[in-house]
């Protein structure tokens, strides 16, 4: 199989999507990709990110981790993202970030390309499935082909059994978290490289 390369692409405010992305980036890697991990800019004021210390703290972990550009979804064979559920959708600085991609769309630089997602939301029911199916449809008009995980491995439904993308309570990637990210990295792999053969 041909080295596909991966760009893992998160917003993270309190964590919990950081944590998914590097597993992603992990396992990617370890199933052969090439893997940029790159977070989307934040897009908040900075006096509203320094005045929750738990925001703070989470941004200066992250610092070192390269923002995303265009260029690494021009590069990239296939993607990984990973966004907190706001109100039933992606994070705004996701879609911020998405919203800069169109130079890149009308080049053709997206079509083709295997693309995968997953969230978090506060509460077990607090939107991430609604998350990924409102991605999705943006990932169709870029021409890319969907990855999701479906049921195509028992990790799937021991990490709560969602088909569309990995979806974490906010604060609680566990293990079992854990494995379900690495089956949907490997799995967007495997298809990548299938693609790129």
Do not use: C
């Amino acid at each position: 199989m041909a080295q596909p390369k991966v760009a893992v692409i998160f917003y993270s405010t309190y964590g919990t999507n950081h944590q998914i992305a590097e597993a992603a980036a992990e396992a990617a890697a370890a199933a052969g990709a090439e893997v940029r991990l790159r977070r989307v800019p934040e897009t908040a004021p900075e006096e509203v990110v320094k005045g929750q210390e738990a925001w703070a703290a989470q941004a200066e972990k992250m610092a070192h981790i390269p923002e995303a550009t265009p260029e690494d979804l021009a590069w990239a064979d296939a993607f990984f993202f990973s966004t907190p559920t706001r109100f039933g959708v992606a994070a705004s600085q996701l879609r911020a970030f998405i919203d800069t991609l169109g130079p890149v769309w009308q080049q053709g630089k997206l079509a083709n390309k295997a693309v995968t997602a997953t969230s978090s939301a506060m509460n077990l029911h607090g939107g991430q499935e609604g998350t990924l199916l409102t991605l999705y449809p943006t990932f169709m008009h870029w021409g890319s082909i969907l990855v999701p995980p479906g049921f195509t491995d028992d990790t799937v439904t021991a990490a709560g059994g969602n088909p569309y993308g990995y979806s974490a309570k906010a604060g609680e990637f566990d293990d079992a978290g854990k494995a379900a990210v690495a089956h949907q990295a490997r799995r967007l792999v495997e298809v990548a490289g299938k693609l790129i053969a």
